[in-house]
């Protein structure tokens, strides 16, 4: 009997202990490690705006070095993510930063304004940095993304895709091309992208006529700002007469097609710019890519 107590009170004496909870088995909190170097973090200095990741010391002046032959390039960007999934036209937001930092240290990023009017600085290499269809992300990531290091953008945009599921509104657009910098700079530029997204070159030209003019009329309602530029959709119908004709007609200045070359800045052919269009590689696949085309 007393055998039989004595094990009732061991069992007891175990089943206590296991769920007491010992001071030293507890987690320890979470040491953070100041000293430790800062890679990436989330900025929430954009009021108002979605937080995005950003580089340090990206924001720190840099030269961009002299050139005796300066160059334009002109890249092509469609969806910006957060990883990279999806397809080929969706760029990573770690990738596409680190574009922007090797953009940055070596172009004078501009638009097409200044280059058309002849007013950008022809000293040293120019970029163009153009994103094609209107997608949300532009203003999700994009926006506060150049908005914080004040980097200019040219975005084309397709009026019928506008408010659709995946794109951005009229209300997002206009308050990004109402955007200025504290020094009253414009750093977002919205041209045509055609109306519907057809290929050009199987167009008629009255189609063609109507694609041209209804896109770049309701922009211009849209932002209260001039559409100047066509950018081709797919790249189709590049150099063809008749688009080039009714581009010209509609009061554009300048189309940009899909083919990756680089021009001398003194002597850029308006009516056919070309683009590197990127996908969804390395920033080290990215520099190659350029360098290739500039022969720097």
């Not at 800062?38 to 720190?60: E, H, I, K, N």
């Not at 002109?74 to 760029?91: A, E, M, P, S």
């Not at 408010?163 to 045509?192: A, H, N, P």
């Not at 009255?206 to 559409?227: D, F, Y």
Request: proline fraction near 4%.
């Amino acid at each position: 009997m007393k055998h039989s107590i004595l094990i009732i009170l061991l069992v007891s004496l175990m089943f206590g202990l296991s769920a007491e909870v010992i001071p030293e088995q507890q987690s320890a909190p979470l040491i953070r490690n100041d000293e430790a170097p800062a890679v990436r973090y989330w900025s929430t200095r954009d009021q108002g705006l979605l937080p995005v990741q950003t580089l340090v010391g990206f924001d720190t002046p840099s030269q961009v070095p002299p050139r005796k032959d300066p160059k334009l390039l002109v890249v092509l960007y469609h969806n910006i993510v957060f990883g990279r999934t999806g397809n080929v036209y969706n760029r990573d937001l770690y990738n596409f930063e680190h574009d922007l930092a090797f953009l940055k240290r070596n172009f004078t990023i501009t638009n097409f304004r200044a280059i058309l009017n002849g007013t950008s600085l022809a000293k040293t290499d120019q970029v163009i940095i153009t994103f094609d269809d209107g997608d949300l992300s532009i203003y999700a990531i994009v926006y506060p993304l150049f908005r914080q290091y004040e980097l200019e953008a040219t975005i084309f945009l397709v009026p019928n895709f506008i408010g659709e599921v995946g794109y951005m509104s009229w209300d997002q657009i206009r308050e990004m091309s109402d955007y200025r910098t504290s020094s009253g700079r414009k750093l977002f530029f919205f041209e045509s992208h055609s109306l519907t997204h057809r290929m050009m070159a199987e167009l008629s030209v009255e189609e063609i006529r109507h694609e041209l003019q209804a896109s770049k009329q309701i922009i211009e309602e849209q932002t209260g700002e001039p559409v100047t530029v066509l950018a081709l959709p797919f790249g189709n119908g590049a150099g063809e007469s008749k688009i080039i004709n009714e581009a010209r007609n509609a009061g554009y200045q300048a189309i940009r097609t899909s083919i990756a070359e680089v021009v001398p800045t003194k002597s850029i052919h308006a009516w056919s710019i070309g683009a590197m269009n990127v996908e969804n590689y390395s920033t080290d696949v990215f520099v190659q890519k350029v360098l290739a085309l500039t022969g720097r």
